[in-house]
């Protein structure tokens, strides 16, 4: 790696809430030369909150694999790149994985800024169990889905899915099928001004969720087999 290279930071954005930016991950971005993102029309509006622009390049699931080593060059010349997602995070469930792991492996220097994350937010706010836990992210669509949501239900520590507005009375449905006792809690539009987290068995969520057509990004906590709240 020559001398001058630069770094790649991967700096977390606010979920819902724009005053949720970290002061210094503000401050990267605003030194950053150059700015990855998945959807340049949402990122902008996340930029203006700190009088950023005319930094962004698309990085997204669909171009990652060919935009790495164009990125590679740009940090061996000594550019400091900036990497963040739609909300939250980046790389948790969202593209990245590949190119930090580029980065790993030809000594280009990888920090940034930790900050929001929906999953680790719902969790602390969920009353659920949190000394043990596992993330699984989005679940498959179809094919594997009902072997993973079995094998979730046998995982002895307390599980934090995402789902989808599309998806999530389905979901409920299917715990309902196979673990009708089991709690559990929906948390939606998190620091959002509908902002809320539901409660109960998969049959009482499935009957607010229905009847109140809600909307958002939903992430679902279940916890451990026997586990009520008192």
């Known amino acids: 790696m020559e001398k ?11 979920i819902g809430n724009l005053d949720d930016f970290t002061f210094r991950g503000a401050a990267i971005l605003k030194e ?3 700015i990855l993102c998945e959807d340049t029309r949402i990122s ?20 990652e694999s060919r935009r790495i080593s164009e990125i590679l060059t740009k ?10 997602s739609d909300a939250g995070t980046p790389a948790i469930s969202d593209p990245g994985v590949r190119l930090i792991n580029a980065c790993q492996l030809q000594g280009i220097p990888v920090s940034g800024t930790p900050g929001a994350s929906a999953a680790i937010f719902a969790l602390s706010i969920s009353g659920i169990p949190t000394d043990s836990f ?4 989005f679940l498959p669509n ?9 094998e ?11 789902e989808s507005v599309y998806r999530i009375i389905k979901l409920l449905e299917e ?49 451990p087999e026997g586990w009520q709240p008192k």
């Open 134 to 137: 596992v993330f699984e992210g």
């Open 175 to 223: 715990l309902k099928e196979k673990a009708p006792e089991r709690f559990v809690a929906v948390a939606r539009e998190l620091t959002k001004k509908f902002e809320e987290v539901k409660r109960g068995k998969p049959a009482e969520l499935i009957d607010y969720f229905a009847k109140n057509k809600v909307k958002g990004e939903f992430v679902v906590i279940i916890a």
């Open 142 to 150: 179809k094919k594997g889905r009902q072997k993973k949501i079995t």
């Open 152 to 162: 979730i239900l046998l995982e002895k520590r307390t599980v934090v899915i995402y």
């Open 75 to 84: 940090l061996k010349r000594g550019l400091k790149v900036a990497l963040i």
């Open 32 to 34: 950053a030369d150059l």
């Open 4 to 14: 001058d290279a630069g770094q790649l930071f991967v700096v977390a954005t606010p």
């Open 44 to 63: 902008k509006r996340i930029l203006e909150k700190i009088g950023v622009k005319n930094k962004l390049m698309v990085f997204n699931a669909r171009n």
